[in-house]
């Protein structure tokens, strides 16, 4: 894929989430939400689903991990957002630090640089998140594709009662972010609509009822 497809991806999903930011409190900006925090919280449940327990045989669950990342990397365009350059700008940069990964020996290692930063220096390390996804494996069109995806899921949320707590997080045994994996697998993400699509396949499969 070619630096300009990359950096127009980037832009369009920094323009979804300021969108998805907007949605949740309109004047986001002036909130000071912690974002550098719900990064290292995810890091931590990360490593919970990728295995660390040396006491019990633990087998790395790589679709929750990438899922994790991904939600990460919410988080990572959140901080990037200023309200003074310009998405372009942020995106370029992104473009550069996700083509120069950064890794350790391991994929934990690397997991606790990005944690490292988000709360020793709280920033989004983009070139060790790179190195991240070069050692889950999790390419960059999968990036792309598993946003776009969780991204709908958030707004789905929200409009199902979230922030009210009316939201069902369970559904039929499973939580909703392995739905939303169901639901990709069988969708064509080069489609026009693909998150009106999916956005339809998570009100097929949300419970009516609680």
Known sequence: MSASATTSQ???????????????????????????????????EMLDHYGWKWWKKQTPDTEQVM????????????????????????AQQLALELSEPQ????????????ASA?????????????GCMAQIGLSFDQLYRMYVGKNTLNLFRQNHGYQTGEYI?????????????????????????????VYLGLEQAYPSQA
């Open 10 to 44: 980037i832009q369009q999903m920094l323009d979804m989430q300021h969108k998805m930011n907007t949605k949740v409190h309109p004047q986001w900006f002036d909130q000071g939400f912690a974002w550098h925090r719900a990064i290292w919280v995810e890091c931590a």
């Open 118 to 130: 988000a709360v020793a220096e709280q920033r989004f390390d983009g070139y060790a998140f790179a």
């Open 103 to 114: 890794t350790a020996a391991d994929f934990p290692q690397t997991l606790e640089q990005l």
């Open 169 to 197: 997080k369970i559904w039929h045994g499973r939580e909703d972010n392995e739905h939303l994996m169901d639901i990709l697998n069988r969708l064509d993400s080069q489609s026009t609509q693909f998150a009106k699509e």
């Open 67 to 90: 899922l994790e990342l991904v939600d990460i990397f919410h988080f990572g365009l959140s901080m990037r957002i200023d309200g003074i350059t310009t998405f372009e700008a942020i």
